[in-house]
Each structure stands twice: as structure tokens, then as C-alpha cells.
């Protein structure tokens, strides 16, 4: 685990020595090109394809480019030719000073894949600048008894231009006393001296003008002028002597202003106004005259702003000590600015990619340089980003970085990086800077949408009103843009038979399902669909949730009454003994709901009877009963008005009439008095039909219980052989069952009739349909057996 953890200290970091790297690169040399300066803008200086072996296509192909030192391009590659031309006029003077040879470093770039090509540029000097003196006129006191030879040191005149075209010589006016000779400065300066060739006489020349003329190398030479004026003294016979020829000083970069840089000391062997000694800078550049200053009583030489070691390493400049007769001497100045880790490092930033795709492996996202301008461990720099990202440095050329992707990246896990490069130095105190780079991974369609439930259970209460509303579905993406834009749709049915399209529809946009028509729980109680959820990538990807609608029953049926059948024909009339007792059972009604649940629990209640407390409802199977037992006091002809409820919200109901009939025994058919008779036939016509029409239903009545008891002996007999009750053919009739409009029984029930004898009573039994209706069957309702209603008859 240590071992892995110190490789991915090493591919995190990376440290940079100036001099190794500068070893490394060592065998790589720089491509080399020169322009001569202030050529025209635009001119062609080399084509880079033709030197690197490199083909027209391929540098457009792999955008190549050029990356210049500094915020300025001075140069421009023109991809489709390969030709390298110059931006710009280029000033020597202006972008190298007085630095010989002026080279411009530039790098070739080019991607796919990452090389760089190092290259400098050599702006060659022109004669384009003439000599100019700093001091237009010069004044020399010189004592008349000077000896001959004696050297007299001038202003040396500047020149911008360099080498050759720099001053070369300086030459005097033709007079009989003085000469002029050219010297060179360490720095390679020409300064010029003047030199007494014949003994001066105050009293007859006492002051001689000359004009000295700089001269450059140029072809033609540029010059300059200036006047000197040298004034005859009287005599002053020692020159002031410096203790040392040589000062040899070492001062800090970032001296604050003020700073004693030395103090330097002359003596004068004469008195009075000979011996008092002033001291100059002599001969100081325009850089050495801002920087320095020298107290010309003291001799303190002092700093005039701060020295930078990044900008000037060293000066060198001579100190002249005058006394008051004219004579001088001097001593040279050799100050050596010592470097202090005073710069942090210089994070440049050449390419940077971003957004970057993601699943991508190895991908340059960034390629930037490091520079630090301080020298030694101060200029070494450590490189190194955050080790907790999936980014890895790996050095280029010379002081050139990439930053590639260590894996592939996911965007749904992050969607953004921010690195921070950061660049420390190995000075005292170190320093160090940091560079905040912001990383975008850009989507791509790798995740398929996914529902928030794998199946979704809807509910809608039957009768409902179409377009209604009846839920949604939601899926969601972890991509972005139009790779995380989910259409919504519906799958065809498993089921081919389910109309899926006539009854729901989804909006596409956001998954909502709306019921196209109204529902019916009686005709269909549930449905399954699936819902598919797309985006919009490329390739689009997609998934699916199951949707489960369960239809609610509502109470939209009101209960139907089988028995007693209600067809607008002759009522039917019940008919009871007077010797019945209490309890007896007069009828039972029959009646279906065709809703479920306790829409369809019906009760029954006894709403109008013609003699009150007599008969009674039982409330929850419709048995009509006698309440006590029969008086000869009770009225023959009774009408009950019997409800029917349902448990629905709000309850429906429906109403049958029994007509009762009260009779002495079933073998003597009802017959009134004679006298009452022909009262009721005198009194109402109508009573008289009631009475026959009573007659004739109570013959049909017997005759029928004769026949099922007929039948009932039949399937007794067929019972003792193996055989069952005989089933009536045929449907019930159409008038009585035709009620599918109102959601109740259809055509295909038949039901069992059985005829049941024993102790003088007659039982009917109704059983369970022998072809049960669909809808009841997915109910799970069916009719159940009823109590059997009992007539009795007096045989």
C-alpha cells in the first residue's frame, strides 16, 4: 500500500530542476531563423513544414500554432502555405536594448498529437540610430602647467544600435594642443580621452574650444557631436588619489531606496581650495544614472530606486574625484546585485480543452509552461494539481506540461472539475502560485430514463367523465440537455383484444394518463398497459413501467326485482291460509343489483301494507311473514308495497306489490257470500271481475303446482337412477332479464328450478345460475341460493 501510494505521489507531482531539464533538451536544438529589424509587416521569414518535414494538410490537420513568450505575438504561421511571417515592424532597440544577439523564442504547437517544436528568431541590427552625446557641451579646467600626456577622460557618447553600428571612434577638431584617443569599457563601450600634446599658457590662450565627433561602425557611419571647453587654470600640481582602484560591492535585489551601496574615499597631497575633493559618477549610463547617486562632499553612493536581479545582474561604473583646481582621478564601481527569491513561478497557459466528453480516456485537457526568473534553487520549481482528481501532469519539452484525464470520466457523477495547478519554488522563503483551472464534462447518452415505480396502480370510479384525469407516470434521466428529455408513450397491449387506444391516453411531455371514454365496472373491472419513456439522444435509449387501472364501482344500478315478476300483466297474488301462524312464510322477494360490494347489499323493507302489523319483512333476505297469527276479523284481500334498497352512495331503490290473498284452504277457492256478493256486484261492476279473474289465476295456480309436483316425482324417480332436477330450456323471457342497460342480469342466465314436497307445503328453490354472466363471474358475485318462499294449500 506504500509502494502505490508513493507512485501516485510521483504522478501527481512533478518536480522541475532548471539544470537537469536544460541537460535534457540539450540534444534537442532550436530550430534557428533572423529577420533583419523594421521589416515590413507580413514578410516571409521560413515555412516550418518544409523544415520540420511536415505536409500542408497535416498542420491544419493537427492545429498547429505558434505560442510566443510574453502577451505579444510578433509572429504568425500561416497553416495553409506552412510560410512563418512577421505581425509586425520589429525594433531591435526596443525589444533587446543593448543586448547582443536579440533572440526572440518562440514554440511550434501541435495537437493530435501533442509536439512542440522549439525555435527562436534573431532580430539583426541595422544602422538605423546615430551617436548621441549626453552632454552637448563639456568643461575642462585644466592647469596651465599640466605635464604633457596627461589624459583627460570625457563624456562618451550613446548609441542604441549594436556591435558594429555602435560608436567605433571618437576624432577632435585640428588644434596644437590636444588629441583625442578612443578606449573601451569592459562593457565594450568607446569612450574618449583627451590627451595634452603641447604645455598650455594661460596668459596667452586662456580657453580653447574643440568639437568632438562619435562615429559608428555603420556603412555610411551615423555621428554625433559635442563641444568641449577646456579652461586654463593656474597650476595644481597633485591630482586627487582614490585608497582603492577597484570597489567590488554585493547588495541585495529589493534594497529599499536609500540603501548605502558603498562609500569611496580620494586624498589630495595639495591645500586650500587644490585639496578639496567632489566626487561624480563618471561617464554613467541612462540605467546607472536612475539607479545610483554619489554625495559629492562624502563620496556616498547610494541607491536611487531598486535594483532587480531578473532585470540587471551587475554594474559597473567609475567614480571621478575632482579637487578645486581642476585635476581629477577615479576608481571603478563594480556592484553585483545578489538574487533573492523575490518572484513567485509563472503558470502560462497555452491550450485548454473544455468540455470534455465524457467515457473518453486520455485526453489532453490543458498544455501550459512554467517559468520562474529568479536563478538557482530559487528559479527550481515543484509542479503538482490536488490528488484527488482524475487528472495526471506529465512533463513535455523544456518547461511545457499536459494535463490528460487518468480514466474516463462520467459526467452523472460530475459534472465539473476544478483544478488548481499549482507551481512552489525551492527558494527561502518558498513561493509559489496557482493557477485555477474550471473543467466541464460534456453529456453523453449513457443512461436510459427510469420510472420512478416499476408498476403503478391506478384507481378511477366507474362513470367517470372523458379526458378525466386518472394519474401519471414519471420517469427521470441523469443525463443533460436533449439526452435527458423523456417523451412518454403507450406500448401495445399484450392483450389484443383490449382497446387500449379507446381508452387511456398519455401526454407526451409529462407522462400524465387521461381515460378517453367513461368506464364501466360492470363491463370491465381492471386493465394493464405499459408505458414506455424515451430521450431524445442519439441513440435514444428507453425503458418501460407496467400501469395497472382498477375501475371503482359506483352505485349506478338500481336492484331488479325476479320475484314477483313486475311485466304490467295480472298481478300476482299469494295466497294464506287463515289457520297460518305466526312466522309463516307468505313470499319471498328475489332481487339482484347488478354493481358489487355494498352497492350491491340490498335490504327490504315493508313500506305500505293494507292492514298494518300483520305481515313483516325480514330486512336482509325479503321473506314476507306473517306478524301473528290470522283472525276471522282480518280482511280477505291484502296490499303490501315492499322497498327494495341498496347500500350505494347515495342508495337506490325499487319497489314490488304483493297482493295476499286470505283463504280458508287451498281446495275451496275463494267465494263470498251471496249477500256480499251482490252487494259488492250491485255496489261496483269492477268487483265482480276482480273476483272471476281471482278465480281463473288461482285455477292456473293449481294447475301449475300440480304439474312441478308432477315433475318433482319425475326427478325423484330419474334421482333413485342417478338422474338430477330437469333444467327448463331455453332463457328466461326477454322482457323480464333484458336489463343490461341498467347493469344488472343479461340473456345468458338460466336458473334451476326444483319442486319440493312434504307435509302439505310446496317449496321453491332458486339455485345458481347454470350460465353464469361475465360480469358477475369477474365479480366473483353470483346468486346464492334463496331461502325457499312456501305456499301452503289446503288439499
Known amino acids: 500500500m506504500e509502494t502505490s501510494g508513493k507512485l501516485i505521489c510521483r504522478q501527481r507531482q512533478v518536480l522541475l530542476f532548471s539544470l537537469l531539464l536544460g541537460l535534457s533538451q540539450a540534444g534537442l536544438e532550436p530550430r534557428?531563423?533572423?529577420?533583419?529589424?523594421?521589416?515590413?509587416?507580413?514578410?516571409?521569414?521560413?515555412?516550418?513544414?518544409?523544415?520540420?518535414?511536415?505536409?500542408?494538410?497535416?498542420?491544419?490537420?493537427?492545429?498547429?500554432?505558434?505560442?510566443?513568450?510574453?502577451?505579444?505575438?510578433?509572429?504568425?504561421?500561416k497553416v495553409q502555405t506552412g510560410d512563418l511571417v512577421i505581425n509586425e515592424k520589429l525594433?531591435?532597440?526596443?525589444?533587446?536594448?543593448?543586448?547582443?544577439?536579440?533572440?526572440?523564442?518562440?514554440?511550434?504547437?501541435?495537437?493530435?498529437?501533442?509536439?512542440?517544436?522549439?525555435?527562436?528568431?534573431?532580430?539583426?541590427?541595422?544602422?538605423?540610430?546615430?551617436?548621441?552625446?549626453?552632454?552637448?557641451?563639456?568643461?575642462?579646467?585644466?592647469?596651465?602647467?599640466?605635464?604633457?600626456e596627461i589624459t583627460f577622460p570625457l563624456s562618451n557618447a550613446l548609441d542604441l544600435d549594436v556591435?558594429?553600428?555602435?560608436?567605433?571612434?571618437?576624432?577632435?577638431?585640428?588644434?596644437?594642443?590636444?588629441?583625442?584617443?578612443?578606449?573601451?569599457?569592459?562593457?565594450?563601450?568607446?569612450?574618449?580621452?583627451?590627451?595634452?600634446?603641447?604645455?598650455?599658457?594661460?596668459?596667452?590662450?586662456?580657453?580653447?574650444?574643440?568639437?568632438?565627433?562619435?562615429?559608428?561602425?555603420?556603412?555610411?557611419?551615423?555621428?554625433?557631436?559635442?563641444?568641449?571647453?577646456?579652461?586654463?587654470?593656474?597650476s595644481n600640481d597633485n591630482a586627487p588619489e582614490f585608497g582603492q582602484p577597484i570597489y567590488k560591492v554585493h547588495i541585495p535585489e529589493n534594497s529599499p531606496v536609500g540603501s548605502l551601496v558603498v562609500t569611496v574615499s580620494a586624498s589630495d597631497l595639495d591645500s586650500g581650495v587644490y585639496g578639496k575633493i567632489s566626487y561624480t559618477l563618471f561617464q554613467p549610463s541612462e540605467d546607472i544614472s536612475k539607479t545610483l547617486e554619489v554625495n559629492p562632499v562624502t563620496g556616498e553612493i547610494r541607491l536611487k530606486k531598486k535594483v532587480d536581479f531578473e532585470t540587471v545582474v551587475s554594474y559597473e561604473v567609475?567614480?571621478?574625484?575632482?579637487?578645486?583646481?581642476?585635476?581629477?582621478?577615479?576608481?571603478?564601481?563594480l556592484l553585483q546585485v545578489v538574487d533573492v527569491n523575490d518572484n513567485p513561478p509563472e503558470v502560462t497557459l497555452s491550450a485548454l480543452t473544455s468540455p470534455i466528453p465524457e467515457n473518453s480516456p486520455e485526453i489532453v485537457v490543458a498544455v501550459f509552461s512554467v517559468s520562474?526568473?529568479?536563478?538557482?534553487?530559487?528559479?527550481?520549481?515543484?509542479?503538482?494539481?490536488?490528488?484527488?482528481?482524475?487528472?495526471?501532469?506529465?512533463?513535455?519539452?523544456?518547461?511545457?506540461?499536459?494535463?490528460?484525464?487518468?480514466?474516463?470520466?462520467?459526467?452523472?457523477?460530475?459534472?465539473?472539475?476544478?483544478?488548481?495547478?499549482?507551481?512552489?519554488?525551492?527558494g527561502t522563503p518558498r513561493l509559489k502560485t496557482q493557477h485555477n483551472l474550471t473543467v466541464t464534462v460534456s453529456d453523453v447518452n449513457d443512461n436510459a430514463p427510469a420510472f420512478s415505480q416499476t408498476t403503478y396502480t391506478l384507481r378511477v370510479r366507474e362513470n367517470n367523465s372523458p379526458a378525466l384525469h386518472i394519474g401519471s407516470v414519471s420517469a427521470t434521466d441523469r443525463d443533460s440537455g436533449a439526452n435527458a428529455q423523456v417523451t412518454y408513450s403507450l406500448l401495445p397491449p399484450h392483450d389484443p383484444q383490449l382497446p387500449l387506444g379507446s381508452l387511456v391516453s398519455i401526454n407526451a411531455d409529462n407522462g400524465q394518463l387521461f381515460a378517453l371514454r367513461s368506464l364501466d365496472f360492470e363491463a370491465l373491472q381492471a386493465f394493464e398497459f405499459r408505458v414506455g419513456a424515451a430521450d431524445r439522444g442519439s441513440p435514444a435509449l428507453s425503458s418501460q413501467a407496467l400501469v395497472r387501472v382498477l375501475v371503482a364501482d359506483a352505485n349506478d344500478n338500481a336492484p331488479f326485482v325476479l320475484y314477483p315478476l313486475q311485466n304490467g300483466s295480472a298481478p300476482c297474488t299469494e295466497l294464506v291460509p287463515r289457520a297460518a301462524e305466526a312466522g309463516y312464510l307468505v313470499a319471498k322477494v328475489v332481487a339482484v343489483d347488478g354493481d358489487s360490494g355494498q352497492n350491491a347489499w340490498l335490504s327490504y323493507q315493508l313500506l305500505k301494507a293494507t292492514e298494518p302489523g300483520l305481515f313483516g319483512v325480514w330486512a336482509h333476505n325479503g321473506e314476507v311473514r306473517t306478524a301473528r297469527p290470522l283472525s276471522e276479523r282480518d280482511a280477505v284481500k291484502h296490499r303490501l308495497l315492499v322497498l327494495v334498497r341498496d347500500h350505494g352512495e347515495p342508495p337506490l331503490s325499487a319497489s314490488v306489490t304483493l297482493h295476499v290473498l286470505l283463504v280458508d284452504g287451498f281446495s275451496q277457492p275463494y267465494l263470498p257470500l251471496p249477500?256480499?256478493?251482490?252487494?259488492?256486484?250491485?255496489?261496483?261492476?269492477?268487483?265482480?271481475?276482480?273476483?272471476?279473474?281471482?278465480?281463473?289465476?288461482s285455477s292456473l295456480f293449481l294447475f301449475s303446482v300440480l304439474v312441478f309436483v308432477a315433475v318433482r316425482l319425475c326427478r325423484r324417480r330419474r334421482a333413485a337412477s342417478g338422474g338430477g332436477?330437469?333444467?327448463?330450456?331455453?332463457?328466461?323471457?326477454?322482457?323480464?332479464?333484458?336489463?343490461?342497460?341498467?347493469?344488472?342480469?343479461?340473456?345468458?342466465?338460466?336458473?334451476e328450478v326444483c319442486l319440493r314436497g312434504g307435509s302439505g307445503t310446496g317449496e321453491f328453490k332458486f339455485l345458481k345460475p347454470i350460465i353464469p354472466n361475465l360480469q358477475f363471474q369477474s365479480t366473483g358475485r353470483e346468486v346464492e341460493e334463496n331461502s325457499s318462499f312456501r305456499d301452503s294449500f289446503g288439499i
Open 32 to 77: 534557428r531563423y533572423s529577420v533583419v529589424e523594421e521589416t515590413e509587416g507580413g514578410s516571409f521569414v521560413a515555412n516550418l513544414g518544409k523544415d520540420l518535414g511536415l505536409g500542408l494538410t497535416e498542420l491544419s490537420t493537427r492545429g498547429a500554432r505558434i505560442i510566443s513568450q510574453g502577451n505579444k505575438e510578433y509572429l504568425q504561421l
Open 91 to 148: 525594433d531591435r532597440e526596443e525589444l533587446c536594448g543593448p543586448t547582443e544577439p536579440c533572440l526572440l523564442y518562440f514554440q511550434l504547437l501541435m495537437e493530435k498529437p501533442l509536439e512542440i517544436f522549439q525555435a527562436e528568431l534573431r532580430v539583426e541590427d541595422i544602422n538605423d540610430h546615430s551617436p548621441v552625446f549626453t552632454e552637448r557641451e563639456m568643461i575642462l579646467k585644466i592647469p596651465e602647467s599640466s605635464p604633457l
Open 163 to 234: 556591435g558594429s553600428n555602435s560608436v567605433q571612434n571618437y576624432k577632435i577638431s585640428p588644434n596644437s594642443h590636444f588629441e583625442v584617443l578612443t578606449r573601451k569599457l569592459s562593457d565594450g563601450r568607446m569612450y574618449p580621452e583627451l590627451v595634452l600634446k603641447e604645455e598650455l599658457d594661460r596668459e596667452e590662450e586662456p580657453e580653447i574650444v574643440l568639437t568632438l565627433t562619435a562615429l559608428d561602425g555603420g556603412s555610411p557611419p551615423r555621428y554625433g557631436i559635442a563641444q568641449v571647453r577646456v579652461e586654463v587654470v593656474d
Open 318 to 333: 567609475d567614480i571621478k574625484a575632482t579637487d578645486g583646481g581642476g585635476l581629477s582621478g577615479k576608481c571603478t564601481l
Open 372 to 426: 520562474d526568473p529568479d536563478s538557482g534553487d530559487n528559479g527550481k520549481t515543484i509542479t503538482s494539481i490536488q490528488d484527488d482528481l482524475p487528472f495526471l501532469l506529465k512533463p513535455s519539452v523544456k518547461n511545457f506540461y499536459t494535463l490528460v484525464t487518468e480514466r474516463a470520466l462520467d459526467r452523472e457523477e460530475r459534472t465539473e472539475y476544478n483544478i488548481t495547478i499549482t507551481v512552489t519554488d525551492l
Open 675 to 697: 249477500d256480499a256478493a251482490a252487494a259488492e256486484a250491485r255496489a261496483d261492476p269492477l268487483t265482480v271481475y276482480l273476483v272471476v279473474a281471482l278465480a281463473s289465476v
Open 725 to 751: 332436477c330437469s333444467v327448463p330450456e331455453g332463457p328466461f323471457p326477454g322482457h323480464l332479464v333484458d336489463v343490461s342497460g341498467a347493469g344488472t342480469l343479461s340473456h345468458s342466465y338460466q336458473y
